[in-house]
């Protein structure tokens, strides 16, 4: 028999789409591999298609974790030259990974002023771009491919589920759950929405500061986030974030990184709260990167992020000037930014300090 290389499909096309596993009774998982292999290979390939990609053109981001490894996998596929813009936060494997697959990468060593490491990054990739006669920069935070690369997500889980009556999942960029859950409101307006942040992020109205937990917040506003998407918002720390990853090990054999324990912990109370409705939690990545932190019982103990229990339910606050340092609810109730009492200031304007306590 004679099989043409053109039945398989490369390795991103492969693993860009998540795996839908049960966790309980009315909760479901979208396990992905890597989340963002699906925006970037979606990015890459509509520029291609619209002819921005020319035979000389330098692909060119700014990303601190899964978003450059997804673009140095496709890029690598494409043979494409890839510059990444990244931070100290960037871990040694990822850095060697990144490399390996061909791209080179630039450390950004000190925050700006307003907008930190990100901020500082855009500044830098500014620079690069500059200095190309040819790039293309597919701008994750901006670029509406992004979120409309998960409408194949929501196509899988109304095919397979039904009606999904709420989405959980992390924020970053906000691709992943407005592309998802506005897809899905196509068939089921009444499906929730309820983001997973970090403290200090200032995507839902916190003023921005240094985050133990990495990927999700962001120290700037991305404009594919769609703030009236959301209907509730919670907050968690780190240790809540890690603690949960183990657990979804531990009882679900699910070996996922940090951000899907912060929304699984999340989804995991809303489904107990609602036994007769359908929820799906995103599980953006896989725990291989961090065996060294979150899965060691040493490195949480020395950090001070290893918990006995976790709380049993979030506080609920009235704005997000009243979120703590503990895993936070706010209904946010599909609103735009500045609809929100107790939001901080698009300027950047600092929270009182009575506010940060």
Aim: hydrophobic share 40%; with cysteine.
């Amino acid at each position: 028999m004679t099989v043409t290389t053109a039945t398989y499909p490369s390795i991103t096309e492969a693993q860009m789409i998540p795996r839908l596993v049960r966790l309980g009774p009315n909760l479901y998982g979208a396990v992905f591999t890597l989340m963002k292999l699906l925006p970037a290979h979606y990015i890459l390939k509509r520029a291609e298609q619209r002819g921005e990609l020319g035979a000389g053109t330098v692909v060119v981001e700014t990303t601190s974790g899964t978003f450059g490894l997804a673009l140095a996998m496709q890029c690598a596929l494409m043979e494409r030259p890839l510059i990444l813009v990244s931070d100290p936060a960037i871990d040694p494997n990822l850095y060697r990974r990144l490399t390996d697959l061909g791209a080179r990468v630039e450390i950004c060593r000190e925050p700006a002023p307003v907008g930190g490491y990100q901020e500082a990054r855009l500044r830098r990739l500014a620079e690069i771009r500059a200095g190309l006669p040819d790039s293309f920069c597919p701008e994750q935070y901006t670029n509406e491919d992004n979120p409309r690369s998960y409408g194949v997500v929501a196509e899988m889980l109304h095919q397979t589920l039904g009606d999904v009556d709420c989405v959980i999942g992390p924020v970053g960029s906000g691709g992943s759950m407005c592309g998802t859950v506005r897809a899905l409101r196509e068939r089921t307006p009444h499906t929730l929405a309820l983001g997973v942040d970090s403290h200090r992020s200032v995507l839902f109205g916190q003023a921005d500061g240094p985050r133990g937990l990495r990927g999700l917040g962001n120290s700037l506003w991305p404009s594919n986030l769609d703030h009236t998407v959301f209907d509730e918002v919670h907050w968690c720390s780190a240790a809540e974030a890690y603690t949960q990853t183990r657990l979804l090990h531990a009882r679900h054999a699910l070996f996922q990184g940090p951000t899907s324990g912060a929304a699984h912990l999340v989804a995991q109370w809303w489904a107990d709260r609602h036994p007769d409705r359908l929820g799906v939690v995103m599980l953006p990545d896989e725990g291989y990167r961090y065996q060294a932190t979150v899965y060691d019982d040493s490195w949480l103990a020395d950090n001070g992020l290893r918990l006995d229990a976790l709380p049993a339910e979030p506080l609920t606050v009235a704005s997000p000037a009243e979120a703590g340092e503990h895993w936070t609810r706010f209904a946010w109730a599909r609103r735009a930014y500045d609809e929100v009492p107790g939001a901080v200031p698009r300027t950047g304007r600092p929270l009182p300090d009575r506010a940060r306590s």
